[in-house]
T-cell receptor, first 109, second 116 residues
Framework: LAKTTQPISMDSYEGQEVNITCSHNNIATNDYITWYQQFPSQGPRFIIQGYKTKVTNEVASLFIPADRKSSTLSLPRVSLSDTAVYYCLVGGYGRALTFGSGTRLQVQP | DSGVTQTPKHLITATGQRVTLRCSPRSGDLSVYWYQQSLDQGLQFLIQYYNGEERAKGNILERFSAQQFPDLHSELNLSSLELGDSALYFC???????????????FGSGTRLTVV
């Protein structure tokens, strides 16, 4: 299983853009990169998924360089409600995803 | 509502007892995964079932077992409970395809187990 490394915590202010980078040096050819958000006492919620280059949806963007050994989740103009733990996972269909420690994002007013 | 249903939401039981947690996956999803999350910890993968058969095992204790039934719902059985088993237990489901598409997991809201 591909291991991921991401910062333990990050602080930001409302209205700022937040970029969380995850490294996954041993990503396999058929692995996808998926990011989840988790609030206290709730199940993780899917944010975005990508395989290569850039993916954007209504809540975030995901940047993946050509070598795919890292990825960056970008949250535009964060608000207090974005305070949560963000997990980067690497894997593909048929294989269980392994969650790392995640990045605890604290957004201040 | 994510479409993944877990019952009960809360469970309080004594040490040494046995409990069963239930999960109904999202309609159309064949795979069910169980995760354990202790206080302020990450999610630990326990076990995966696909269409009724065990597919992968993680850090699941021998006191724990699971199964997936023909209607695809799954049950996680925890026996000889210890104080350290107190945690949130999450179930997730996913679509499994034979192609390269992978849509990730959909998580339920969890069962909070408290062992006293």
């Amino acid at each position: 299983l591909a291991k991921t490394t991401q910062p333990i915590s990050m602080d930001s202010y409302e209205g700022q853009e937040v970029n969380i980078t995850c490294s996954h040096n041993n990503i396999a050819t058929n692995d996808y990169i998926t990011w989840y958000q988790q609030f206290p006492s709730q199940g993780p919620r899917f944010i975005i998924q990508g395989y290569k280059t850039k993916v954007t949806n209504e809540v975030a963007s995901l940047f993946i360089p050509a070598d795919r050994k890292s990825s960056t989740l970008s949250l535009p103009r964060v608000s207090l409600s974005d305070t949560a733990v963000y997990y980067c996972l690497v894997g593909g269909y048929g294989r269980a995803l392994t969650f790392g420690s995640g990045t605890r994002l604290q957004v201040q007013p | 509502d994510s479409g993944v249903t877990q019952t009960p939401k809360h469970l309080i039981t004594a040490t040494g007892q046995r409990v069963t947690l239930r999960c109904s996956p999202r309609s159309g999803d064949l795979s069910v995964y169980w995760y354990q999350q202790s206080l302020d910890q990450g999610l630990q993968f326990l076990i995966q079932y696909y269409n009724g058969e065990e597919r992968a095992k993680g850090n699941i204790l021998e006191r724990f077992s699971a199964q997936q039934f023909p209607d695809l719902h799954s049950e996680l059985n925890l026996s000889s409970l210890e104080l350290g088993d107190s945690a949130l237990y999450f179930c997730a489901s996913s679509v499994e395809t034979t192609g390269r598409l992978f849509y990730g997991y959909t998580f339920g809201s969890g069962t909070r187990l408290t062992v006293v």
